[in-house]
């Protein structure tokens, strides 16, 4: 299928931003959390309905993400060649099928190939809304979008885990891939009636194996490119050593049950919205790098604080949330301003960058995961930990990989 070009919508959209566009790409990438965080509070559960260790059961989150991130390094060049809107309708099918396979999961093992094929569905919805923002914007314009969304995004993780620990007391845990499989659906059907086609020159070589090396090969050579990546893999890596810790410490260590998981979890979770409305609002002022040297900062210090509660022994629930929300406002800060810094200067390759960006962040954030999975001992030490180290390197990559751009006209 050949790229649609010249939209007349998407000619617009380089003028002025459409908000209806913004909440559908919002609601795309809101999706992946959502699949993440919505079963968390079974997790627990899920250990005895499916006979699995603890071990095994985080490892459909483990698996999830690595696959998810292998995934992205071939979709952001196919969306390059094909286009942005087959890509993403049919990574779409693709999740939703595999969502209710999860559902009816008999065992662990089924579960686990469930969550490969959703994540591998999921790819298109990580990469492709990323690739049409960086078609129509660049630096701090295109931070500004990435931000706009994230307050969409940040929405997700506030009712996934609500939401899903009310499904499971009432349903049980198969309830809660049901419901994510409807939501595909939905968003399959709402891009395929709103969401234009934003590429407007078709790469017929960007599938070739030799163009997609040289491409990422002149990607890892971009210093800004490596720096920008690095800062984000590194935060993500300590969001999702919470995703993988957080019922565990939660649910068992602390006491807290299924439903009063969900309210932690949210309460932690409005640092998300709050991080993007702050982050929207302050990079047109301060700029990407700025902006960054002060999320970055916040990050190390929330990180230190909630690793050094643990190791005090203080297991009360407020010594895991006050911390990391003000580490997810500082995420949510950091991560629309690395991603423009890292896309903005290959406009020509949008969709490799956005690809192999999202391969490493989730390659290295499963890293995060499973080092929590692997050290569990029963205490939220290991969790916190790894938030803490997660933040600390990101903080470091920031200044010893020194990435810096330059003014970037705002619209592509």
Not at 296 to 324: E, Q
Not at 381 to 407: C, D, G, N
């Amino acid at each position: 299928m050949r790229a649609q070009r010249n939209h007349p919508y998407a000619e617009m959209m380089t003028t002025r931003e459409r908000p209806g566009l913004t909440l559908l790409l919002g609601a795309l990438i809101a999706i992946a959390p959502l699949a993440m965080d919505i079963y968390l509070a079974s997790m627990p559960s899920m250990t005895t309905a499916l006979h699995a260790s603890t071990a095994q059961v985080q490892a459909t989150l483990s698996v999830y993400m690595a696959g998810w991130g292998l995934a992205q390094l071939l979709v952001g060049p196919v969306s390059d060649r094909f286009g942005r809107r087959p890509v993403l309708l049919s990574g779409l099918l693709l999740f939703t099928v595999a969502s209710f396979a999860c559902a009816f999961a008999l065992t662990i093992e089924q579960l686990i190939v469930g969550r490969l094929f959703q994540a591998l569905g999921m790819a298109g919805a990580a990469v492709v809304p990323r690739a049409v923002v960086r078609d129509l914007y660049a630096g701090e314009r295109a931070a500004r979008m990435l931000s706009l969304m994230g307050v969409v995004l940040g929405i997700a993780p506030i009712i996934a885990p609500v939401l899903g620990s009310h499904l499971h007391v009432w349903f049980g845990w198969p309830a809660n891939f049901l419901f994510v499989a409807g939501y595909g659906a939905l968003l399959m059907v709402a891009g395929g009636m709103f969401l234009p086609e934003t590429l407007r020159h078709a790469d017929p070589r960007a599938t070739n194996p030799r163009q997609i090396a040289q491409h990422f090969r002149l990607l890892l050579r971009s210093r800004i490119f490596v720096g920008y990546t690095a800062v984000g893999a590194l935060a993500t890596a300590g969001l999702f050593a919470f995703l993988s810790g957080s019922a565990f410490v939660f649910v068992g260590v602390m006491g807290a049950g299924e439903q009063g998981f969900g309210l932690l979890f949210a309460f932690v979770m409005l640092g998300n919205i709050t991080g993007a409305m702050l982050g929207s609002r302050l990079v047109t002022r301060l700029g990407i790098d700025r902006l960054l040297a002060y999320s970055t900062t916040l990050m190390l210090l929330s990180g230190v604080t909630l690793a050094a509660l643990a190791w005090c022994g203080i297991d009360h629930p407020f010594a895991v949330v006050i911390p990391m929300f003000f580490f997810m406002v500082s995420f949510t800060s950091t991560m629309p301003q690395a991603s423009a810094g890292a896309l903005t200067p290959h406009a020509d390759r949008a969709g490799a960058a956005a690809s192999l960006m999202s391969f490493t962040q989730f390659c290295v954030a499963a890293l995060g995961g499973l080092a929590v999975g692997l050290t569990f001992d029963g205490t939220a030490r290991p969790m916190t930990t790894t938030i803490a180290v997660s933040a600390a390197l990101s903080f470091i990559a920031l200044r010893v990989l020194k990435p810096t751009t330059a003014r970037y006209p705002q619209h592509r």
